[in-house]
């Protein structure tokens, strides 16, 4: 009988792309807080809220998974700044409620973030020590401390600016310069954040080798390669065969000046090594050229 992977978070980046991937291998349980009517008849996509226990314990025991992935989060970084009970809520308390409501041998998979960093001495390797810049990085690392200290088995995973096909997903980086870019709009990007980015079909690959080998600890993922938010955008203005004069570079500083909902703290160089998933889950990592034209074709 196949293994039982319950998806918290399912209809975002990774959720998408891990109710696709993980499909055909697995008895997978999509699950998020506020399920479109298409989610629920195309994919059975269910509510689950992490901030109420009773939903999160019906939904439980009544799939009993054998593994849960924990892709839920409140990601908006600037807003966690501004509501930080939410953000606590649902990146801290939420992870509570799913260790203490599972049954003890489900194995937890936490997605976490380079945001536990705060970005003075990237690349930075799984056993660094972490000190988050802004409020949603603590809420993440707060997160990683609590599964940590559990007695069950847990994988985490710190992945670095999520990318992916999904043109419709708001907090898709990829997605604003490609559309931006294809409507000829002028993009002003940040030249001094520094990351690997990474790609959800790759990140896909990495979870389920993980849940093969049972695997327990901390990696990170991400491309080969670290390039700023500007180098990121300039990529995919050439791969995709856009005009690269509509990117001007701009520094965290002057963003910060110019949009004033900009107001959390940015770290500079959050780029995560990657030769712990290399060498460990036998993961191979590309290029971030290499990655958009992989992107380039799944979009073709």
């Known amino acids: 009988m196949a293994r039982k992977i319950l998806i918290t978070g399912a209809e975002g980046q990774l959720g998408k ?24 008849n195309r994919r059975n996509v269910q509510k689950m809220d992490l901030t109420d226990k009773e939903n999160i314990s019906i939904v439980l025991e009544s ?3 054998d593994v849960i992935i924990n ?65 949603y990085g603590k809420t993440k690392l707060e997160a990683e401390n609590i599964l940590r200290g559990t007695r069950r088995k847990w994988a985490i995973f710190r992945p670095n600016v999520l990318y992916s096909p999904d043109l419709f997903c708001k907090g898709n980086f990829f997605a604003w310069v490609y559309k931006s870019l294809l409507k000829n709009q002028s993009i002003s990007v940040v030249s001094d954040q520094i990351s690997n980015p990474t790609l959800t079909q790759q990140f896909v690959k990495a979870i389920f080798q993980c849940i093969i080998m049972d695997y327990e600890g901390i990696l990170h993922i991400g491309s080969d390669d670290y390039i700023s938010r500007y180098e990121f955008a300039m990529e995919i203005a050439k791969v995709f065969g856009f005009d690269t004069g509509l990117i001007t570079k701009i520094d965290t500083d002057s963003l910060t000046e110019k949009v004033k909902s900009y107001i959390a703290e940015r770290p500079r160089h959050s780029g995560l090594a990657i030769d712990k998933i290399e060498n460990e889950l ?19």
């Open 17 to 40: 792309a891990l109710q696709i991937g993980l499909a055909d291998k697995f008895n997978i349980l999509p699950t998020t807080r506020q399920p479109s009517q298409l989610a629920k």
């Open 63 to 65: 799939f009993k998974p």
């Open 71 to 135: 892709c839920a989060a409140y990601t908006d970084v600037d807003g966690s700044e501004k509501n930080k009970e939410l953000a606590h809520k649902v990146n801290v308390e939420g992870l509570k409620h799913l260790i203490q409501l599972s049954e003890l041998k489900t194995y937890l998979i936490q997605i976490s973030s380079d945001y536990v960093f705060d970005g003075e001495n990237g690349p930075y390797r799984e056993e660094e020590h972490t000190f988050p810049a802004n409020y």
């Open 282 to 300: 036998n993961i191979s990592s590309f290029s971030t050229n290499y990655n958009l034209k992989s992107l380039k074709s799944a979009l073709a």
